[in-house]
Structures are given as structure tokens and as C-alpha cells.
């Protein structure tokens, strides 16, 4: 049966730029919920610091839970071969992270789309820096997850993979048992495309997954097209809403996912960017479903 985790999408500006919230107050918050572990993240202001990594992890591990995930966003697409090479790096030391944590799975990205990237460049540049990582998670006994991405909070283009050709090319390049695809259904609509479509393509791969249900405020996705370029973040007019209230079919999800073989793996939630209130209720929606799908 899927374990669940939950990952502070409210709380990110807190937690990673002006140090308004203490990464022991979410822990706090989020033991509240019922739910098995807590998604990381390699950013928050803390865990700039070595000495934080084993207390933080007796904290959680005191409220019952684990971690399972670390969220990671290099940045592997940019032409200068010394700033890939700077991106593995910290990527391994991401790794190592992890594995201090007893983190499972560690995020990849392909990196963002830049200007004048041409196809091959993308893929070639992602392919040959997440190889290079992949001995280092190996020894450290993790898991290398790929998103299907839309944009990292502090990156100013979109992710170079996010359409599902691309993404698809990427993950077919790359055959490691220690590498597999975190799935994100919401991000396949941002990219415009069938997020069912990319499921059953990439089922077999798929690890994790990012549970989260998305809209548009206003405007339509061309709109979004347009302002999500050049601009650090997230586009003003894109919501993340209460799962199960928006977008994505988690019947349909929830059914490739098992006939594909997901039992034992995790569904992290991105969600609660309207407060806790709202995360709690998609911990319930999701542990319904998940009691539907993987009953016993």
C-alpha cells in the first residue's frame, strides 16, 4: 500500500528565504496530519548547515515519521561545461544529504529551458550529468527520481523536460536500478498535454509521486505561457488547489499506478498553500482513494 507524505508548499518562502519559520515548527505541524513521512528539501535554511542534519532527523523520527524524499532542483541544461559540472557536484552532495536523512529518493531535473537550447543539447547535458551522479547514489543506497517538472520556485525559465517527448527521451537514455521517474500529473497539463498519456508510458519507471491537483486562476494556459519566462517563481496565475477538487482523474491515476505494479512506494503532497486546513483534507481525500485502490 502507498505511503503518504506531505511537503510545505506553503511554507517555502519561510522555510528557504527570510527564515520566518523553523524547520522544527513544520515538523510540528505537519505530525498532526495523518500521514507516514515529509518530503525535503534541499534549500531549506537550515540544511545549509552539516550539524542541523542528524538533530532534524531525530525530530521527525520523533513524531512517528521518516523521510522519504529529498526535493533537489539542478540544473543540468546550461551550455558552460564548468557550471554542469559545479551542478553534479552539488548534487552528489544532495546525495549524501539524503542519505544522512535515510532519505529513499532524491530528486533530479533535466534544468531549465534556456534560450537558444536546442533539443539534443537539453537531453545530451541532462543525460551525461545525471550518469554522473549516478555511482555516488549507488554507494549511498539512493534512489534517483526525475520529475516531470514545470518549474522550479526560483528558476526564471521553465524546465527544459517538461514537454512528454522530451521527458520520455530522457528517461528511456538512462536504464539504472537506481534511477526512476517521480510522477507529477498536474505538471503534464501545465505542458498542455494528457497526463494519462504520460502515465502509461512511463508507468513502469514511476517510484514516487507528487500528488497535487492545479489551476489557472485566470487566463488561459497560453496566457501562462507567456508570463512564465524570465520571471523567478511560479506565474502568478498558476494555483496549486485541494486535491481531488481540481484537474486530475485519481480513479484513472490510481489504476495505471497499481496495474503497473506501484504498492510499496510513496505519494508526496503538494498541497495547503491555503493553510493546513486544506492539506488535512487532502490527506483524507487521498487516504480514501489509496484504501479503494490498495484495500487490505
Not at 543506497?141 to 526564471?156: A, M, Q, R, S
Not at 501545465?190 to 502515465?199: K, S, V
Request: aromatic residues 10%; charged residues 30%.
Amino acid at each position: 500500500m502507498p505511503q503518504l507524505a506531505a511537503f510545505p508548499k506553503l511554507y517555502m518562502q519561510a522555510l528557504c528565504k527570510d527564515g520566518t519559520m523553523s524547520i522544527a515548527e513544520w515538523v510540528d505541524l505537519a505530525a498532526e496530519l495523518d500521514i507516514h513521512g515529509l518530503e525535503w528539501y534541499a534549500g531549506f535554511l537550515e540544511m545549509q548547515e552539516e550539524k542541523n542534519w542528524a538533530p532534524l532527523r531525530q525530530k521527525v523520527e520523533e513524531k512517528g515519521l521518516t523521510i522519504p524524499m529529498m526535493c533537489c532542483s539542478p540544473d543540468f541544461t546550461h551550455p558552460d561545461l564548468d557550471f554542469r559540472a559545479d551542478q553534479v557536484q552539488q548534487e552528489k552532495e544532495w546525495i549524501r544529504m539524503s542519505a544522512a536523512l535515510g532519505v529513499r529518493y532524491c530528486r533530479v531535473l533535466s534544468g531549465q529551458k534556456r534560450p537558444h537550447l536546442s533539443r539534443e543539447e537539453g537531453i545530451r547535458y541532462t543525460v551525461e550529468c545525471i550518469k554522473a551522479c549516478l555511482p555516488t547514489a549507488k554507494d549511498a543506497g539512493v534512489t534517483l527520481i526525475i520529475e516531470n517538472h514545470y518549474k522550479d520556485d526560483f528558476w526564471k525559465y521553465p524546465e527544459f523536460a517538461q514537454k512528454m517527448d522530451i521527458f520520455c527521451d530522457v528517461v528511456s537514455r538512462i536504464d539504472h536500478p537506481n534511477f526512476g521517474v517521480n510522477y507529477d500529473p498536474s505538471n503534464t497539463y501545465l505542458a498542455g498535454e494528457d497526463p494519462l498519456e504520460l502515465l502509461r508510458r512511463v508507468a513502469p519507471r514511476v517510484v514516487t509521486m507528487h500528488a497535487s491537483d492545479r489551476y489557472l486562476s485566470e487566463g488561459t494556459l497560453e496566457d501562462l505561457r507567456n508570463e512564465e519566462s524570465g520571471a523567478e517563481g511560479y506565474a502568478k496565475r498558476l494555483r496549486h488547489g485541494e486535491i481531488g477538487q481540481g484537474l486530475n482523474d485519481y480513479d484513472a491515476i490510481f489504476t495505471e499506478l497499481k496495474n503497473a505494479g506501484f504498492g510499496d512506494n510513496w505519494i508526496s503532497i503538494e498541497d495547503g498553500v491555503d493553510g493546513m486546513d486544506q492539506l488535512a483534507r487532502s490527506v483524507a481525500f487521498l487516504r480514501k482513494k489509496i484504501a479503494e485502490y490498495w484495500p487490505g
